[in-house]
């Protein structure tokens, strides 16, 4: 799985980049067939005075992309709050997917016997 890291409005630190692979890393166990990974983080002006911090996680799958975004007082704290419904969502489409692909399995399995008994019929 590729990880593509970026900020915006801030620098990206080595210590930030790793601490976001290793979190983003753990995310196979969950499902192997994640292609790629992007992590944003943004830092905006809060209106009293302070600093909010965004993390927003892109994962490229099979079908539609999964993508959350959450907001924090700290960048760490942010990504921190995306793992679990990066991994609610991995799991939600992966069974999807295997439903599907258990439905054809089924299918071909019919067909497969419907040509057999056709073949031995003759």
Not at 13 to 18: A, Q
Not at 30 to 48: C, M, S, T
Not at 86 to 107: G, I, N, P
Not at 113 to 118: A, G, I, M, N, T
């Amino acid at each position: 799985m590729d990880i593509i890291v970026s900020c915006k409005n801030f620098d990206l630190t080595p210590s930030l980049r790793t601490y976001t692979e290793d979190k983003v890393g753990k995310l196979v166990h969950f499902w192997e067939r994640i292609i790629r990974a992007r992590v944003e983080f943004e830092v905006d002006k809060n209106k009293r005075g302070g600093l909010m911090h965004r993390a927003t996680v892109t994962l490229e799958v099979p079908g539609p992309d999964i993508r959350v975004s959450e907001q924090a007082g700290d960048v760490h704290a942010a990504l921190d709050l995306t793992m679990p419904l990066l991994e609610r969502q991995l799991e939600r489409t992966k069974t999807k997917l295997e439903r599907v692909d258990v439905r054809l399995a089924r299918r071909a399995k019919a067909k497969l016997r419907d040509w057999y008994e056709q073949f031995r019929s003759k």
